[in-house]
């Protein structure tokens, strides 16, 4: 088979933060050294618009890829495929400091998952993770001979089918029709890819953990959710969101709804797992405003703003699948009744 050679893009920081900067050049650096791998810088992923080079040259690429950049991996991973830069999501093994011993069990996918993703992987590395660029030179390598035995092993099994080629199709050098590994690039320059986009806010969503409940839809008021051909909830104009508001984020029943760049981990991308699942508001237990309330009141701020009558608790508020039959307690049940038979 013909060389294999992983794309590697790093999106950059937002600002110009010196620890930022030293690390993405130490990464981009010994990348260049790197043997088997095809580097790449790009502004910051979530400022990108659709005719921006630095987008373009991500959907240019069809092969296996691995981005770093300073948003969680969910996060990153999702708001690639909202772009339509699709496809299998791959396992890392750099865990963050303070997870380094955790080994809680992740939440199993329950949503509709992504639209015909292509047979390729995609893996999001949070620069985050660790200060030293060695760590994720070391993942990138453990990717890349991931990748190349699976790209041999799919050669194999084609070299052991009878090739059938369509009328009109190119054949490379060994005869084979044209592979779909990544393309070429367009010609951007240095200076083009590099232009610095706006900033921007708008919502991700996590289609692993979407239901497609629609409740979303119903609580923004904004036009800023629609539903596409395939009768799917998606970001349909996201650029009418209101900067840093995440109300939409707090009603989601699956915690599927992401802003990167908001302050909580939980609404910015984080992992959810079983431990993240007893992360409890103290709020809630102390007779403190609920996450409805909130996303409520951070609904009615927006509309004021746009001169428009505040709306509070009477429109959208989430079913929160009530029609749904009550399933088994866990853990947060659990300590609930708990609490309210002390209480009692």
């Given at each position: 088979?013909?060389?294999?050679?992983?794309?590697?893009?790093?999106?950059?920081?937002?600002?110009?933060?010196?620890?930022?900067?030293?690390?993405?050049?130490?990464?981009?650096?010994?990348?260049?050294?790197?043997?088997?791998?095809?580097?790449?810088?790009?502004?910051?992923?979530?400022?990108?618009?659709?005719?921006?080079?630095?987008?373009?040259?991500?959907?240019?690429?069809?092969?296996?890829?691995?981005?770093?950049?300073?948003?969680?991996?969910?996060?990153?991973?999702?708001?690639?495929?909202?772009?339509?830069?699709?496809?299998?999501?791959?396992?890392?093994?750099?865990?963050?400091?303070?997870?380094?011993?955790?080994?809680?069990?992740?939440?199993?996918?329950?949503?509709?998952?992504?639209?015909?993703?292509?047979?390729?992987?995609?893996?999001?590395?949070?620069?985050?993770?660790?200060?030293?660029?060695?760590?994720?030179?070391?993942?990138?390598?453990?990717?890349?001979?991931?990748c190349r035995a699976r790209a041999e092993a799919k050669e194999q099994a084609k070299a052991a089918q009878p090739m059938l080629v369509e009328l009109?199709?190119?054949?490379?050098?060994?005869?084979?029709?044209?592979?779909?590994?990544?393309?070429?690039?367009?010609?951007?320059?240095?200076?083009?890819?590099?232009?610095?986009?706006?900033?921007?806010?708008?919502?991700?969503?996590?289609?692993?953990?979407?239901?497609?409940?629609?409740?979303?839809?119903?609580?923004?008021?904004?036009?800023?959710?629609?539903?596409?051909?395939h009768q799917r909830i998606w970001v349909d104009q996201q650029d009418n969101?209101?900067?840093?508001?995440?109300?939409?984020?707090?009603?989601?029943?699956?915690?599927?709804?992401?802003?990167?760049?908001?302050?909580?981990?939980?609404?910015?991308?984080?992992?959810?797992?079983?431990?993240?699942?007893?992360?409890?508001?103290?709020?809630?237990?102390?007779?403190?405003?609920?996450?409805?309330?909130?996303?409520?009141?951070?609904?009615?701020?927006?509309?004021?703003?746009?001169?428009?009558?505040?709306?509070?608790?009477?429109?959208?508020?989430?079913?929160?699948?009530?029609?749904?039959?009550?399933?088994?307690?866990?853990?947060?049940?659990?300590?609930?009744?708990?609490?309210?038979?002390?209480?009692?």
């Amino acid at each position: 088979m013909a060389r294999y050679r992983l794309q590697v893009v790093l999106s950059q920081a937002q600002g110009k933060h010196p620890a930022k900067r030293a690390l993405e050049e130490a990464i981009v650096a010994a990348l260049l050294l790197e043997p088997g791998v095809e580097a790449a810088v790009i502004p910051h992923l979530y400022d990108l618009d659709a005719k921006h080079p630095g987008r373009l040259s991500l959907e240019a690429i069809r092969g296996d890829m691995v981005l770093l950049s300073w948003l969680y991996s969910r996060a990153a991973f999702w708001l690639l495929d909202r772009d339509g830069i699709r496809g299998k999501e791959g396992q890392t093994c750099i865990k963050p400091p303070e997870d380094a011993d955790d080994e809680a069990e992740v939440e199993p996918p329950k949503g509709i998952g992504s639209l015909n993703p292509p047979d390729r992987y995609i893996y999001c590395l949070d620069l985050r993770d660790s200060g030293k660029h060695e760590p994720f030179i070391e993942e990138i390598r453990r990717i890349a001979a991931e990748c190349r035995a699976r790209a041999e092993a799919k050669e194999q099994a084609k070299a052991a089918q009878p090739m059938l080629v369509e009328l009109g199709s190119k054949l490379d050098a060994n005869g084979h029709a044209a592979s779909n590994g990544n393309a070429a690039a367009p010609a951007f320059s240095p200076e083009q890819l590099m232009q610095t986009p706006g900033r921007r806010w708008h919502p991700v969503i996590d289609y692993s953990r979407c239901t497609n409940c629609m409740e979303c839809l119903d609580f923004c008021l904004f036009g800023v959710y629609g539903v596409d051909d395939h009768q799917r909830i998606w970001v349909d104009q996201q650029d009418n969101c209101k900067k840093g508001c995440p109300a939409c984020s707090r009603v989601c029943p699956e915690h599927a709804i992401i802003f990167p760049e908001y302050k909580t981990p939980a609404i910015a991308g984080a992992p959810v797992g079983a431990i993240d699942s007893l992360k409890i508001d103290l709020t809630k237990l102390f007779g403190g405003a609920d996450a409805v309330v909130i996303a409520a009141q951070e609904r009615d701020a927006e509309l004021v703003k746009d001169g428009r009558q505040a709306v509070g608790l009477s429109v959208g508020i989430p079913k929160r699948q009530a029609d749904k039959p009550e399933g088994p307690k866990d853990d947060l049940d659990k300590l609930m009744d708990d609490l309210d038979a002390a209480v009692l």
